[in-house]
Every structure is written in structure tokens, then in C-alpha cells.
């Protein structure tokens, strides 16, 4: 099956926000939904905010957890995970690019203070917001990945970019990957 990018972001630039190339953080193979193991397909293939996706999946809150992060005058940047709170489990990773200027300061601030989901400050706002799926993944996790993950050995999982619009001008690019379990 032939897949065609949608549009930006693109998996390589966001993966070297934080790593030399895509290849250290793993193998990445585009696929279609229906590609997908139906778990996954549920969780990656939609244009839903991952944190309520995830926490309906896993019936608990998630907390998140910012691994590494930068600002600079047009960006703030990270690398994330989201734990589930009722038992520490990891179960998303992501790479988030925030364009600064196109948000509110009140819900940039949230968003750069570090402690609550992005998800869930957007859904909080008042702030008109739409995810808009790019591209899913199928993913052989690199020994970051894994590490992340609590995996002994690679566990194939799955990933998906998207973009954030917000108030209909895209804001924030999104590279998540998840484990089902």
C-alpha cells in the first residue's frame, strides 16, 4: 500500500529536536489505520486529544512527566511522557513543538510550567482547538524507547504525528508513540 505524507510536521524533525536521527529512537514505518492492530488503531487513529483518548483506554488519570525541554523567543519544545496515576505504567512518549507566539500567555504559561498534560490545558481553555492526524506509525523502539517504555527487549508499538490548531492556526506539532498495554 502506497501512503503519501499529509503535511507537516515531519517525523524526522521533530525526532531531531532531541536525538541525531529518527533511526536512535527507532525504526519507523509509515502505515495505514487499518494496518494497525485494533487496540492501537483506537488509540493512534483519530483527531482526538491523546490525553482523553488515553485515560477512557486505561480508565485513570495520567500525569505527565517533561524528560527534557527548551524555550527560546518563537518555540518551547519537549520530550514527554504520560504515566497512568494508578499504577506509575508509561504509556505515551512524545515530542511536542509549541509555536509561542500563537497561544494566549495564560495557556502558553500553563503549557511551559510543566505540570499538567497538554491536553489537558487545551481542553480547559476556552480556546477553540482541533487535532489534525498526519501520519501513523508502526514502530521498532530504539534503546531509549525501550528504556522509556520498561521494555526487557524491543516490544513493536505504534506512533502518530499530528498537528495542533488553535483557534484555526496551527500551533503545535506532535510526535506520540504508544504501547497498548
Not at 53 to 77: D, G, I, K, P, W
Not at 137 to 158: H, M, N, Q, S
Request: hydrophobic share 45%.
Amino acid at each position: 500500500m502506497s501512503i503519501s505524507r499529509r503535511s507537516t510536521p515531519e517525523l524526522e524533525a521533530l525526532a531531531r529536536l532531541y536525538y541525531e536521527s529518527v533511526d536512535e529512537l527507532g525504526r519507523f514505518e509509515e502505515v495505514g489505520e487499518n494496518d494497525m492492530p485494533p487496540a492501537y488503531r483506537g488509540l493512534l487513529a483519530h483527531d482526538e486529544h491523546m490525553t482523553e483518548t488515553l485515560e477512557a483506554f486505561h480508565a485513570c488519570a495520567l500525569a505527565v512527566q517533561v524528560l527534557e525541554s527548551a524555550v527560546n523567543e518563537t518555540h518551547y519544545r519537549r520530550k514527554v511522557i504520560l504515566r497512568r496515576k494508578r499504577d506509575d505504567a508509561v504509556v505515551l512518549f512524545g515530542i511536542v513543538r509549541v509555536t509561542r507566539a500563537l497561544l494566549p500567555p495564560e495557556i502558553r504559561d500553563a503549557i511551559e510550567a510543566e505540570r499538567i498534560p497538554l491536553g489537558r490545558i487545551l481542553i480547559r481553555s476556552e480556546v477553540l482547538r482541533r487535532v489534525r492526524l498526519l501520519s501513523l506509525w508502526k514502530v521498532e523502539p530504539g534503546d531509549d524507547l525501550c528504556r522509556i517504555f520498561g521494555f526487557a527487549k524491543p516490544e513493536t508499538c505504534y506512533g502518530r504525528t499530528a498537528l495542533m490548531y488553535c483557534d484555526a492556526v496551527p500551533v503545535i506539532e506532535l510526535l506520540e508513540v504508544v504501547t497498548a498495554s
